[in-house]
C-alpha cells in the first residue's frame, strides 16, 4: 500500500483566494492555509495523517479552533485539531475533505479533493542506479563487446540526468512497470546520492513505487576482519536509521499493510554464515524504535527446496524471492534453457512457495530474459544463457515462457508481485532497457566468440517491454 504519511509539501493558498466569508476581516491579510501533505490520490483504504497549518497569524494560537468534515466521512481521530487521521474508503470514487479555522472573529477554510482508486498489482524490476557520470559503471558489458556494439538506446548514460529518469518513467509505465527495487550500497555512496536527490526529487515519478535492495555483500562485510562476506552486523542498525530517515516516508516508497518493504539479496547466504536472524532482529528494532513495522523480503529460494535449515528460516522473513534465476534455472550448464527447463524451474518455486506459506512467509516469483557476465567476469568463464528457449527459437521466447510460469505463482495479498531482474544491469546482459535496433550477431571483438560463446544477440530495440506489456494484458 502507497504510504503517504508525514512526506510534506506545501501549498499555500492565501486569504484573498479561499473560500472565507468576504464579511471577515483576519489580522493580517496575509494570513493563509496549507494543508499538508498535498495530496491528489490514493488507494482504498489507506490511512493518511493530514496537517494544517496557519501562516502568518498574529494573534493568540491558542484561540484558533478547527473543524474537518470530509464527504466519504472516515475521519478517525481529530476531526477538531489541527491534525487528523483519514482513512480512505473501501470504495474508488473521488471525497471532499475541508478544514474551517476559527479564532471568534473571523474564519477560514480550505477545500480540496482526492481520488481513490484501487490498489493496482505489482509488477517490478530491479533497477540499478550506478551508471553514473563514470564511463557508464566501468564500460565493461557484453554488448559493447559485439560487433557492430549493441547500445543502450539512451547511450552510455548518467542516470542522474533528469531526462534519462523521465525516459525510464516514461518506458516503465508503457510496460506496466510499477515497481523499482532499487540497488543500494550505503549512505552517501554513488546509488543513495542518485536515489535520493535525482530519482525520488524528480516531478513526473508520479505513481511508480520504489523499494531499496540492501546489498548485503557490501554492508554486512567488514574486510578488516577477514575476506569472509557476511562477518559482521555493525552497519545495520545506522543503515536502518537512515533509510527511515530519508526513504521511508516518502509518498512513493512501497508499502505492504503499511509496511515500508526492504529487498535483502542473498539471505539465504546470510543463513549459512550464521548471521541472517541477528540481522533480521537488528533491522525490526531499530525499525520498530522508530515507528516502523518493516516487511522484509529475501533473496531465499534457489534450486530445489532441500536444506532444511535454509527452509525452516524463511519464518524470519515476510516473503521471499529468487534473485538468480540465472543460476537457480540450470543457466551455468546449459545454453538454451528449453521449455522443459522453465516449466522446471517453476515447479520448484511452486514447492518454495508452498513452504514459504506454511512458515508465514509470502512467495514472489521472478523472471529474467537471459544471462552473459562475461563482458566483466571473463576470468570466471560463466556459461551464458540466450535469451532464447532453444537455438530455433524467437529472441524473447525465454523471457515471454518465464512471465507465463511466473504469473501463475502470484500472491493476490501482495498485489501479485513478481520482479524482473533486470532493468538496467548491463553487466550481466539481463536487462529489458530498450537497446538500439541491431540485426542478430554472434560476432565480438575477439573475433573467437570469447563474450558471445556463439550465441546470437540481437539490437532488440523495445521487445521485452512489449513482452511485459502482452503478458499483464494477457492476464488481465
Known amino acids: 500500500m502507497k504510504n503517504i504519511f508525514l512526506y510534506f509539501f506545501t501549498l499555500v493558498l492565501f486569504i484573498g483566494i479561499s473560500s472565507c466569508d468576504d464579511d471577515t476581516t483576519p489580522p493580517n491579510d496575509e494570513v493563509s492555509l496549507s494543508v499538508a501533505p498535498v495530496i491528489e490520490k490514493t488507494t482504498v483504504g489507506s490511512e493518511i495523517i493530514f496537517t494544517c497549518n496557519v501562516h502568518n497569524y498574529d494573534g493568540d494560537r491558542?484561540?484558533?479552533?478547527?473543524?474537518?468534515?470530509?464527504?466519504?466521512?472516515?475521519?478517525?481521530?481529530?476531526?477538531?485539531?489541527?491534525?487528523?487521521?483519514?482513512?480512505?474508503?473501501?470504495?474508488?470514487?473521488?471525497?471532499?475533505?475541508?478544514?474551517?479555522?476559527?479564532?471568534?472573529?473571523?474564519?477560514?477554510?480550505?477545500?480540496?479533493?482526492?481520488?481513490?482508486?484501487?490498489?493496482?498489482?505489482?509488477?517490478?524490476?530491479?533497477?540499478?542506479?550506478?551508471?553514473?557520470?563514470?564511463?557508464?559503471?566501468?564500460?565493461?558489458?557484453?554488448?559493447?563487446?559485439?560487433?557492430?556494439?549493441?547500445?543502450?538506446?539512451?547511450?552510455?548514460?548518467?542516470?542522474?540526468?533528469?531526462?534519462?529518469?523521465?525516459?525510464?518513467?516514461?518506458?516503465?509505465?508503457?510496460?506496466?512497470?510499477?515497481?523499482?527495487?532499487?540497488?543500494w550500497w550505503g549512505p552517501n555512496r554513488t546509488e543513495d546520492i542518485t536515489l535520493r536527490n535525482h530519482v525520488m526529487t524528480n516531478p513526473?515519478?508520479?505513481?511508480?513505487?520504489?523499494?531499496?535492495?540492501?546489498?548485503?555483500?557490501?554492508?554486512?562485510?567488514?574486510?578488516?576482519?577477514?575476506?569472509?562476506?557476511?562477518?559482521?552486523?555493525?552497519?545495520?542498525?545506522?543503515?536502518?536509521?537512515?533509510?527511515?530517515?530519508?526513504?521511508?516516508?516518502?509518498?512513493?516508497?512501497?508499502?505492504?499493510?503499511?509496511?515500508?518493504?526492504?529487498?535483502?539479496?542473498?539471505?539465504?547466504?546470510?543463513?549459512?554464515?550464521?548471521?541472517?536472524?541477528?540481522?533480521?532482529?537488528?533491522?525490526?528494532?531499530?525499525?520498530?524504535?522508530?515507528?516502523?513495522?518493516?516487511?522484509?523480503?529475501?533473496?531465499?529460494?534457489?534450486?530445489?527446496?532441500?536444506?532444511?535449515?535454509?527452509?525452516?528460516?524463511?519464518?524470519?522473513?515476510?516473503?521471499?524471492?529468487?534473485?538468480?534465476?540465472?543460476?537457480?534455472?540450470?543457466?551455468?550448464?546449459v545454453l538454451y534453457a528449453t521449455q522443459a527447463g522453465v516449466d522446471n524451474y517453476y515447479g520448484n518455486m511452486a514447492e518454495w512457495k508452498t513452504l514459504a506459506e506454511e512458515r508465514g512467509a509470502k512467495f514472489i516469483p521472478a523472471v529474467s530474459p537471459g544471462y552473459n557476465d562475461r563482458g566483466v567476469r571473463l576470468e570466471a568463464d560463466h556459461q551464458p544463457l540466450s535469451r532464447k528457449l532453444s537455438e530455433n527459437d524467437e529472441f524473447g521466447s525465454l523471457f515471454k515462457a518465464n512471465l507465463e510460469g511466473a504469473l501463475k505463482l502470484t500472491d493476490p495479498d501482495i498485489r501479485n508481485l513478481f520482479m524482473i531482474n533486470s532493468w538496467n544491469e548491463w553487466h550481466e546482459d539481463t536487462n529489458i532497457e530498450p537497446v538500439v535496433v541491431a540485426p542478430p550477431t554472434s560476432q565480438d571483438i575477439s573475433g573467437e566468440g570469447v563474450y558471445t560463446y556463439g550465441l546470437e544477440y540481437e539490437g532488440y530495440g523495445m521487445r521485452y517491454l512489449d513482452l511485459v506489456r502482452e503478458a499483464i494484458e494477457k492476464k488481465k
Open 204 to 333: 513526473k515519478i508520479n505513481d511508480l513505487n520504489f523499494a531499496l535492495f540492501y546489498e548485503s555483500t557490501s554492508r554486512l562485510t567488514n574486510r578488516n576482519i577477514s575476506d569472509d562476506r557476511w562477518n559482521t552486523t555493525e552497519n545495520v542498525a545506522s543503515d536502518i536509521q537512515y533509510m527511515a530517515t530519508f526513504y521511508w516516508n516518502h509518498p512513493n516508497y512501497l508499502k505492504i499493510d503499511g509496511r515500508p518493504v526492504l529487498f535483502i539479496y542473498l539471505t539465504r547466504a546470510m543463513h549459512t554464515r550464521g548471521i541472517l536472524e541477528e540481522t533480521v532482529n537488528i533491522m525490526r528494532e531499530q525499525a520498530e524504535m522508530l515507528g516502523h513495522d518493516i516487511y522484509i523480503v529475501g533473496d531465499h529460494a534457489f534450486g530445489r527446496a532441500t536444506n532444511q535449515g535454509l527452509i525452516e528460516a524463511m519464518a524470519l522473513l515476510d516473503a521471499v524471492t529468487n534473485y538468480d534465476v540465472y543460476g537457480s534455472s540450470g543457466g551455468r550448464n
Open 62 to 183: 491558542s484561540l484558533l479552533t478547527y473543524n474537518w468534515t470530509s464527504s466519504c466521512e472516515n475521519i478517525i481521530d481529530g476531526w477538531d485539531t489541527h491534525t487528523i487521521t483519514w482513512q480512505a474508503p473501501d470504495e474508488p470514487g473521488n471525497c471532499d475533505i475541508k478544514v474551517a479555522v476559527s479564532d471568534g472573529e473571523f474564519s477560514v477554510e480550505y477545500s480540496f479533493s482526492v481520488l481513490v482508486e484501487e490498489e493496482k498489482d505489482l509488477v517490478g524490476v530491479y533497477y540499478y542506479p550506478w551508471h553514473g557520470d563514470n564511463n557508464f559503471h566501468g564500460g565493461k558489458y557484453l554488448r559493447e563487446f559485439l560487433v557492430p556494439a549493441q547500445l543502450p538506446v539512451l547511450g552510455e548514460y548518467n542516470d542522474r540526468d533528469a531526462r534519462v529518469i523521465e525516459q525510464h518513467f516514461e518506458w516503465s509505465e508503457y510496460a506496466g512497470i510499477n515497481l523499482w527495487v532499487c540497488s
